[in-house]
């Protein structure tokens, strides 16, 4: 703004002029900010976010059992500098990370409490970008397959008959892949390994009998020419005619154990073990909040939202639509279309790379747990944040979705904060 002070001409700083509209009609809507989906996603994960990790891995329990860990209330100190020093310091522009944390001594019942130091953790700017080491960086959104279950119709080559299949896809932990041979076996894959009936995995999850596995399709496997479960069953090495079903189980969790895991002694507890934590422990299987919604509308189950891991209802309900596709009475899945794809945004993309890292930590707090004195040991002592500090690095310095923000011009870098990328984990797939 211009001002006229004693004949002479001044400009004041700051001082902006008021805008004039010259539009006949009245903006009934104000321009959205366009980096909203960065700013508010990044929000989210300082809040919402963060705390779902730490409960994941709360309370990390010793060996022993004697001694718990568990991490409580966390907050964001002040930066150290400026987003503008950041940058010309050639520094990252970051916070303190406190996490408030109990020790609790399950054989003294002594309970010690500290505030622990898990590292200086890169912020957002205002403009959704981040300062790492004076450059500007912009966490790209990833396009992925969204979690959920997922029919498929492919032409036998040799028959010229259409073998429904499906994908049942969580948001963490194993793929299950099923498929139908011309022959009418259902088999199914874990990620991607080897291929076993169907049926031996119905077994494993608790449906001893071969009667038990028969009742449960029995409305919809009506097909005479195409007997899909007795077909699997002949083909199942573990088939269980009697009304033993502790022993058809306990045999198909041996066989399920020897495909998967061909090198490991084969015992009864390691196979429970083993299906229990690929399946139904949260830490390690997720379907998510999208997927079990989709897992539900499509399967018409009315499983609990919260309820995020696998089902025996789920497993089920999945072989039933297959042989309903492959008798004509269902319809396949369209795998491209956008409504099956989701958007991973930058909150989501930095709780998964630091999961990594809490998830190593833990096994080393856990280490410490078991050699040192209980009687000396502090939260401080347990902790090392080392894991931590490396796998935010890694995302932030070497991730395909980190990448320099495009500056050549306004729109350019608006662009760059608003793009969709397939690349990068869990993409492509």
């Known amino acids: 703004m211009i001002s006229t002070t004693n004949g002479t001409l001044t400009a004041n700083k700051g001082a902006r002029t008021a805008r004039k509209s010259y539009a006949r009609t009245p903006t009934i809507l104000e321009l959205p900010r366009l980096t909203e989906v960065q700013l508010r996603s990044f929000d989210w994960f300082k809040t919402e976010g963060l705390r779902e990790l730490f409960d994941e891995i709360s309370p990390i329990v010793s060996f022993n059992k004697n001694l718990e860990?568990?991490?409580?209330?966390?907050?964001?100190?002040?930066?150290?500098?400026?987003?503008?020093?950041?940058?010309?310091?050639?520094?990252?522009?970051s916070a303190p990370l406190w996490v408030k944390v109990k020790l609790v001594n399950r054989d003294t019942g002594e309970i010690s409490e500290q505030e622990v130091f898990?590292?200086?953790?890169?912020?957002?700017?205002?403009?959704a970008t981040f300062v790492i080491n004076g450059s500007e960086r912009v966490v790209v959104s990833q396009l992925i397959r969204s979690p959920g279950v997922y029919f498929t119709v492919d032409e036998d080559r040799s028959t010229g008959r259409e073998l429904a299949g499906a994908k049942l896809i969580p948001s963490r932990g194993a793929w299950l892949e099923f498929e139908t041979s011309r022959r009418d076996v259902v088999s199914v894959k874990v990620d991607r390994k080897r291929k076993l009936p169907v049926t031996i995995l119905?077994?494993?999850?608790?449906?001893?009998?071969?009667e038990s596995i028969r009742e449960?399709?029995?409305d919809v496997d009506n097909d005479m020419d195409h007997p899909y479960i007795e077909a699997t069953l002949e083909r199942d090495?573990?088939?269980?005619?009697?009304?033993?079903?502790?022993?058809?189980?306990?045999?198909?969790?041996?066989?399920?154990?020897?495909?998967?895991?061909p090198g490991d002694p084969p015992t009864l507890d390691n196979a429970k073990s083993f299906v229990q934590n690929l399946f139904f422990v949260a830490r390690r299987y997720d379907m998510g909040k999208v997927g079990r919604y989709k897992v539900n509308r499509r399967l018409h189950v009315d499983t609990p939202q919260e309820t995020r891991i696998l089902t025996n209802e789920d497993l089920v309900a999945v072989i039933r639509r297959i042989i309903l596709i492959n008798n004509g009475e269902g319809r396949p899945d369209d795998i491209?279309?956008?409504?099956?794809?989701?958007?991973?945004?930058?909150?989501?993309?930095?709780?998964?790379?630091?999961?990594?890292?809490?998830?190593?930590?833990?096994?080393?707090?856990?280490?410490?747990?078991?050699?040192?004195?209980?009687d000396q040991i502090t939260p401080l002592s347990l902790i090392n944040i080392r894991p931590v500090v490396a796998a935010t690095r890694e995302f932030f310095g070497g991730s395909q979705l980190s990448q320099f923000m495009d500056q050549t011009n306004p729109l350019a870098e608006l662009t760059h904060k608003r793009r969709l990328s397939a690349l990068g984990p869990g993409g492509l797939r």
Do not use: W
């Open 69 to 93: 860990l568990h991490f409580g209330d966390f907050y964001f100190g002040e930066p150290k500098y400026p987003e503008d020093e950041c940058r010309e310091r050639d520094i990252t522009f």
């Open 118 to 127: 898990m590292g200086d953790f890169p912020l957002m700017t205002d403009s």
């Open 202 to 210: 119905l077994r494993a999850i608790g449906y001893g009998t071969d």
């Open 216 to 218: 449960l399709f029995a």
């Open 237 to 261: 090495t573990t088939a269980n005619p009697t009304d033993h079903n502790e022993k058809g189980v306990d045999d198909a969790l041996l066989e399920f154990y020897k495909k998967l895991r």
């Open 336 to 374: 491209d279309h956008l409504g099956n794809r989701r958007i991973k945004t930058v909150g989501e993309l930095i709780q998964n790379q630091l999961r990594i890292g809490l998830l190593r930590m833990e096994r080393v707090v856990r280490e410490r747990m078991s050699i040192r004195d209980p």
